[in-house]
């Protein structure tokens, strides 16, 4: 069922795919869980999911903002090349994967809990952050971490890194600079969910970044 108010869709959902792909319209509210490739290429809208969401959440989106009141699947942001997603809650594996920036593009993915294996696979620009809320005593983050990043940044925040992090990126504490990067983006979070900033912000970051001296492209990039 779809109805309209004002400029915003209302949608209620229970696992249809696809919604708001391509989209560049008003905004859209979903109440229930979407299906697979919500926003997929999404072009400059807004979507609210009021619910968790399943697979592939943003795929290849290029502008616009989806905001997910819940927890989401696998490949959220998979190879997104613009806009934010911000997820208040868990995502699964393999988020961010292929993100890339580009011109006047600029992807973010916020996750608010955990995330699972492969977090930033080849990653090649943008921002990837994950806030831990809620985990306690291990790192909020899978295995395989950033295997193969080649570019971009991703954010921890933690006091437990994992311990099978490869070669190709360098791990440091996150700078007072690096932190003041970030805060719009926490600020925008914490906006979107109720969260209080200062005590997100007060904890320990990570961020990692790819080691020049060993760049992945070289695998499979000739020159």
Known sequence: MIKTINTISTIKCLGERYIGCGYSGPDLILEGTPGNAMGAYLNGANIFVYGNAQDQTGDTMN???????????????????????????NAGCRAGIHMKAAADKFPVLVIGGRCGSFLGEYQAGGILIVLGLGVEGKSPVG???GTGMHGGRIFIRTDFLPDDLPPQVVVNRARPDDLEEIAPYIETYCGHFGMDKEAIMSRNFYVLTPNTKNPYKQLYCSN
């Open 63 to 89: 502008e616009g903002t989806i905001v997910i009141h819940g927890s989401t699947g696998d490949a959220v942001g998979y190879s997104m090349r613009g806009g934010a997603i911000y997820v208040r809650d």
């Open 143 to 145: 295995d395989f971490c």
